[in-house]
């Protein structure tokens, strides 16, 4: 599985934009890119995904570089709630179908008030 | 909708004791898996399976076995307790394709003394 590179942490101040780096070099063409966020004593919940396009959802954008070897989580006002470990994760079943989920280390992120 | 459910919520065990982590999904997704997270750190892959009747190894299979009677259930068990298996486990489950999401249950803390 091609792997994503994450800062360990980072740090926002509350209603203000977060934009959370990923970079992930080894990218194959059929890599969905996916982000996952897991607060704290919980299990990790689904934020976004992209193949090759931007993309929005109502908890998050999603900017993918154009050679695809980085993309961006980006959370247009962080609240509290929003202070998690995120996750960026490359998913390709391809005609494998092998089902894993691999998970890094991910990016802490603390949101000040 | 219950979703993905983990029992028990904590566990303490001996040294050397056995026992079995339940998951059940109520989503009729094909895909399960289970992962340990340990503090401070990110999910393990600890074996997943692909369907009824098929399982394989992750990242981390060893002391633990799993098996997948029903599209339902897949449990976790764990042989002969170890405190190095002292961790939060999490089952997750998922339709096939790299586009979809994962859900995951709440956990299970699990002491081995």
């Known amino acids: 599985d091609a792997k994503t590179t994450q800062p360990n942490s980072m740090e926002s101040n509350e209603e203000e934009p977060v934009h959370l780096p990923c970079n992930h070099s080894?990218?194959?063409?059929?890599?969905?890119i996916h982000w996952y966020r897991q607060l704290p004593s919980q299990g990790p919940e689904y934020v976004i995904h992209?193949?090759?396009s931007n993309v929005n959802n109502r908890m998050a954008s999603l900017a993918i570089a154009e050679d695809r070897k980085s993309s961006t989580l980006i959370l247009h006002r962080a609240t509290l709630r929003d202070a998690a470990v995120y996750y960026c994760i490359l998913r390709d079943e391809g005609s494998s179908n092998t089902g894993k989920l691999i998970f890094g280390q991910g990016t802490t992120l603390q949101v000040k008030p | 909708n219950a979703g993905v459910t983990q029992t028990p919520k904590f566990q303490v065990l001996k040294t050397g004791q056995s026992m079995t982590l339940q998951c059940a999904q109520d989503?009729?997704?094909?895909?399960m898996s289970w992962y340990r997270q340990d503090p401070g750190m990110g999910l393990r892959l600890i074996h997943y399976?692909?369907?009824?009747?098929?399982?394989d190894q992750g990242e981390v299979p060893n002391g633990y076995n799993v098996s997948r009677s029903t599209t339902e259930d897949f449990p976790l068990r764990l042989l002969s307790a170890a405190p190095s298996q002292t961790s939060v486990y999490f089952c997750a489950s998922r339709p096939p394709g790299s586009y979809t999401e994962a859900f995951f249950g709440q956990g299970t803390r699990l002491t081995v003394v």
């Open positions: 399976s692909v369907g009824a009747g098929i399982t």
């Open positions: 989503m009729n997704h094909e895909y």
């Open positions: 080894t990218i194959s063409g059929t890599d969905y």
């Open positions: 992209g193949l090759t």
